[in-house]
């Protein structure tokens, strides 16, 4: 599994735009159908989703990521999202980060 990016950095927002969505794409570079068997944040703040069928090799895939700073205290977040693939390597983790700022 090769992904874009493993960082994510959303810079500084609002408070009034507490919801912010990134996606982080992947591409299978195995030789056999790739499934992600899950994909855990570490924060209830944060959700991702993510391609649920196998991808082909050579196909690509994504995990859409969600954080929601609604209720939580301004200033600077880093959260971390551990996918748990059936890849050689079974465990990549992909970070968000950003700048929340008040109103």
Known sequence: ISFDKTVHDFGTFSEKNAVQNCT????NTGNAPLVILQAIASCGCTVPSYTEKPIAPGSTGSIRITYNGKGYHPGHFKKIITVNTNAK???VRLCIQGIMTEE
Do not use: E, G, M
Not at 24 to 27: A, E, G, L, N, P
């Open 24 to 27: 982080f794409t992947f591409k």
């Open 89 to 91: 390597q079974r465990l």
